[in-house]
Structures are given as C-alpha cells and as structure tokens.
C-alpha cells in the first residue's frame, strides 16, 4: 500500500518526473556498439541517475506547465494547476496548496480520493493478476458482471474502457439487433434519435449523438443518420419513430455535460412504449448520472422506466478506466463471437477496483447519504445563492447539482480555485456544475457554497466589463 501512496508524495514526484526527462545517452547507438562500450554507457546512465535521486529538488508548476506544452497533444484547455496527490474530498496542488474536490474528476471518484478498501482491491489485485485480455477467463470480470446484472434490468453485461466507448458497443448493438430481428428486410433500421444538450462521446458513433455542434463540425462526416430532436418532446419522437428507420433511441435521463437537465416522467415512459410500438430499441446513457450519482443506484429507478440498453463509466472502476454496456437477454440474442472486443477491457484489475466501489456505492444506506446530502447541498444553495441577480435556477438531483447563470461561469469557477475550491462549468458555459464525491460531508459543502457565495462578486465585475 506504501507504495501507492508515494505516488502522492511531491518528493518522489518530483524524482519521478525529472528521470522521465533523463535522456540515455546511448540511445542514439545502433547494434554496433561493441560490449565494452555498452556496459560503459550503463554505468554512466546508472551514475546520473542515482544522482538525480540524490537531489530531491521539486520542479515547478511552471515546469510541468512548459513541459506539457511541448509534449502533449494540444486538444484540452487545462485549468493552470498541477495536481500531485489527495485524500478524500481534498487535493493538493505541487505547491502544497489545499483544495476541496466538487469536480471528483468529472464524477469519476465517487469514493474520493485514496479510499482505503479502493487500494486495498486495486493493490491485491495488482500483485496477482492485472491483464491477461479477453481470451481467457478471470474471476473479477465475472463477479463485477453478476453484480451489475443481479441489480438491474439487465441479463448481460458488455466491458469497455471507457463512456464513449460503451456507447459505441451500444451503437452497434442496436444495429446488429435490428438485422438479427429482420433477417429478410434488405434495409431494416439503422438510424438514431437523439437530444438537444446531449453529450455522448468523442469517439465518431457517439460524436454523432451528441448535440453540441463545435464538437462534431471539425470531424465530419461523422456517422450519418442521427436526428437530434428537443429533449422532452415526445410527439417529435412519435412521429419519427413511425418511419420504421429507427434502430435505437439514445436518451440521458439526466444531461450532466448538457447542463443537468432531468427528464420528466412522462417523457421517459413515453419513449418506452413509443419505442416497444416501433420496435426501435430504448438507450439510457447513464454515464455520468448512474451508479449513486442521483441517490438511486441507477438514475432511471426514479423513473419506474427501464431500458433495453444501459450505458455505465465514469464512477465505476473509482478512477480507473472502464465502461459497460448491459443488454436484455433480448439484444443479447442478435450477438455473436468477433461482433465486437476490446483487448484492455474488463482486466482483472480494473475489475477489481470496481467491485469495491460498487460494494460501497449499491448499499442502500450509503445511496440514502446521497440523497441526504443532495437534498443538504441543493437548500443550502438556494438560501446563500438564490437572491443573487446572476443565478437563475438552482437545480440538480443527489450529489449532481447545477447553478445556473445569467452569464459565463468561468470567472466564478477561476475565483473559486483561488480560494481553494475546484469546480466544474456544464451547458453553454453558463452552469456550475457541481459533482463532488459521494462521501463528502455536509461540513465540506458547507464550506464549498461559503467559498462560491463570497466568489459571487466576481459575476458583477465581469458583467460591468
């Protein structure tokens, strides 16, 4: 267990770091360097090496910054902040610097950070089996997979590594369901509804159901036949479902990236018997929302509405990549050997790291926290928040909160981080959204909605500008 947490601390960091920097001088030596000479440049490398360690001398986030201008792909707009280790809801930037967690990675670490069961399971597991890909058997992956079949609606479960690529299995699920179910039909349905405020991925299947335009306009073509049609308005669905060109309906019950926008209960039940009317198939992308995030195990539950396809990823594995896509016994059916694989999913480490967090997370007192604690966060707001000019609407379920502006909420988060508090924009960039571990303590949001109320000015600075 030590060591994992070394690598939390800044010192070994910074050692780590600096070697990856360290160049072997032999690298630019071909095969013919003789014997002699090779165990010479060894030495050497060896010797400069140990002496790095010897220094101990930190970098700088200005270090890292600079570095990772140089040798990363330029596709993220980082925040100016380096991180180097945390615990529980807090993490501590490469100065030392004390923040409160309301981002959990983009609701990835449910547990929070360095959960001790969490590296307990991830630790053991490593020291006995972490990947040995999907041409054998391990025990972890089946465990997780009856875990998540004995608490939901459904019979099998598909393992990948990540959202989007869950979506992608769900993608080509539904289409190979759709020419399983018309064998004799030389056209059966392949097209797909989707929503206005979607997010469903970056990869081209999922880019295609997602609504925002800047995010596909750069990559298309991307996959055709996906109509996005407003989230909530049934009749749209209806109307378009009676072409008989619709293999699947992809639809979030609750739109974190979209600006956590929940769907009403007539609409989902709506799209339930519209789809089985069809013969479409019903998705429920529960990506960000599912597993504890609404106080329910599964967002859906709230709405006495179940799917034929559900997609799972960012909490599950507490940090560690992975995704699934559980199916019917129904679509199961359609499936066949070499359909579809991955050679990193569902490893036994990984798996393992999920089945602590789901143990902890499907217990129903630790789901009934949650909706405690968002039912805490969300009064809290309204009463420090809710007479300020900028804030539209407070709104959210469990621990997945948004606070809608009047304007961009960029400066509110930038103030935030200065004063020790991390936090996540959603929407058009006029959304805070708020997604902190699912163990936070009402102390922390106490002190999480002081430090945004103070920050609040900030809104009418940037507005006078």
């Given at each position: 267990?030590?060591?994992?947490f070394?690598l939390?601390n800044?010192?070994?960091f910074?050692n780590?770091?600096?070697?990856?920097n360290?160049?072997p001088h032999?690298?630019r030596?071909?095969i013919?360097?003789?014997?002699s000479r090779?165990?010479?440049?060894r030495?050497?490398l060896?010797?400069?090496?140990g002496e790095?360690?010897a220094?101990?001398?930190?970098?700088?986030?200005?270090?890292?910054i600079?570095?990772?201008k140089?040798?990363i792909?330029g596709?993220?707009?980082?925040?100016p902040?380096?991180?180097?280790s945390?615990?529980?809801c807090?993490?501590y930037?490469i100065?030392?610097?004390?923040?409160?967690d309301?981002?959990?990675?983009?609701?990835?670490?449910a547990l929070?950070?360095?959960?001790p069961?969490?590296?307990?399971?991830v630790?053991?597991?490593?020291?006995?089996l972490?990947?040995v890909s999907?041409?054998?058997?391990t025990v972890?992956?089946?465990?997780?997979?009856?875990r998540l079949v004995a608490?939901?609606?459904?019979d099998?479960v598909?393992?990948?590594?990540s959202g989007?690529?869950?979506n992608?299995?769900?993608?080509?699920?539904s289409?190979?369901?759709q020419?399983?179910?018309?064998?004799?039909?030389?056209?059966p349905?392949?097209?797909?509804?989707?929503?206005?405020?979607?997010?469903?991925g970056?990869?081209?299947g999922s880019?295609?159901l997602?609504?925002k335009?800047?995010?596909?306009t750069p990559?298309e073509?991307?996959?055709?036949g996906?109509t996005?049609?407003k989230?909530g308005?049934?009749?749209?669905?209806?109307?378009?479902l009676s072409?008989?060109?619709?293999?699947a309906?992809?639809?979030?019950?609750?739109?974190?990236e979209g600006g956590?926008?929940g769907?009403?209960?007539e609409f989902l039940k709506s799209?339930r018997?519209a789809?089985?009317?069809?013969?479409?198939?019903?998705?429920?992308?529960?990506?960000?929302?599912?597993l504890?995030?609404t106080g329910y195990?599964?967002?859906?539950e709230?709405?006495d509405v179940t799917p034929d396809i559900?997609?799972?990823?960012?909490?599950?594995?507490?940090?560690?990549p992975?995704?699934?896509?559980?199916v019917?016994?129904r679509v199961?059916e359609a499936?066949?050997?070499?359909?579809h694989g991955s050679?990193f999913a569902?490893?036994?480490?990984?798996?393992?790291?999920?089945?602590?967090?789901?143990?902890k997370v499907?217990?129903p007192?630790f789901l009934?926290?949650v909706t405690k604690?968002?039912?805490?966060?969300?009064?809290?707001?309204?009463?420090?928040?809710?007479?300020?000019k900028h804030?539209?609407?407070?709104r959210?379920?469990?621990l997945i909160?948004?606070?809608?502006?009047?304007v961009a909420?960029?400066?509110?988060?930038d103030?935030c981080?200065e004063?020790?508090l991390l936090?996540?924009?959603a929407?058009?960039?006029?959304?805070?959204?708020?997604?902190?571990p699912?163990?936070?303590?009402?102390q922390?949001?106490?002190?999480?909605v002081?430090?945004i109320?103070k920050c609040l000015h900030v809104?009418?600075?940037?507005?006078s500008n």
């Amino acid at each position: 267990m030590s060591s994992v947490f070394n690598l939390c601390n800044p010192v070994f960091f910074a050692n780590r770091y600096n070697n990856l920097n360290a160049k072997p001088h032999n690298a630019r030596y071909k095969i013919h360097v003789t014997s002699s000479r090779r165990t010479e440049l060894r030495e050497q490398l060896t010797t400069e090496l140990g002496e790095q360690r010897a220094v101990n001398t930190l970098v700088s986030q200005e270090d890292v910054i600079n570095d990772d201008k140089e040798v990363i792909v330029g596709t993220y707009g980082r925040t100016p902040l380096v991180l180097t280790s945390g615990k529980g809801c807090k993490l501590y930037d490469i100065d030392g610097k004390e923040y409160i967690d309301l981002t959990s990675g983009i609701a990835v670490n449910a547990l929070g950070h360095g959960d001790p069961d969490w590296v307990r399971a991830v630790t053991d597991q490593a020291n006995v089996l972490a990947h040995v890909s999907n041409i054998y058997y391990t025990v972890p992956q089946v465990n997780l997979a009856r875990r998540l079949v004995a608490s939901s609606f459904a019979d099998r479960v598909f393992f990948s590594n990540s959202g989007t690529e869950a979506n992608e299995a769900a993608i080509k699920f539904s289409r190979k369901f759709q020419r399983f179910s018309h064998p004799n039909k030389v056209d059966p349905p392949t097209e797909f509804i989707s929503f206005t405020n979607s997010f469903h991925g970056r990869t081209i299947g999922s880019l295609a159901l997602t609504s925002k335009e800047h995010y596909r306009t750069p990559f298309e073509p991307v996959m055709p036949g996906v109509t996005f049609l407003k989230y909530g308005d049934i009749e749209a669905v209806q109307e378009l479902l009676s072409s008989g060109k619709i293999a699947a309906v992809f639809v979030e019950p609750i739109q974190g990236e979209g600006g956590i926008y929940g769907a009403t209960k007539e609409f989902l039940k709506s799209l339930r018997s519209a789809c089985d009317k069809a013969g479409s198939l019903l998705v429920f992308d529960e990506v960000q929302c599912g597993l504890g995030r609404t106080g329910y195990l599964w967002a859906h539950e709230a709405y006495d509405v179940t799917p034929d396809i559900m997609t799972l990823a960012k909490p599950l594995a507490g940090g560690l990549p992975i995704g699934a896509t559980l199916v019917t016994e129904r679509v199961n059916e359609a499936i066949n050997n070499g359909d579809h694989g991955s050679t990193f999913a569902g490893g036994p480490l990984v798996c393992a790291a999920a089945i602590a967090v789901f143990d902890k997370v499907s217990d129903p007192s630790f789901l009934a926290e949650v909706t405690k604690k968002g039912d805490y966060l969300k009064n809290l707001l309204k009463k420090k928040l809710q007479g300020n000019k900028h804030v539209k609407e407070i709104r959210g379920f469990g621990l997945i909160v948004g606070i809608e502006l009047d304007v961009a909420a960029t400066p509110l988060v930038d103030a935030c981080r200065e004063s020790g508090l991390l936090i996540l924009t959603a929407g058009k960039g006029d959304v805070v959204r708020l997604v902190p571990p699912l163990i936070i303590s009402e102390q922390e949001l106490d002190s999480s909605v002081e430090i945004i109320y103070k920050c609040l000015h900030v809104l009418d600075e940037k507005s006078s500008n």
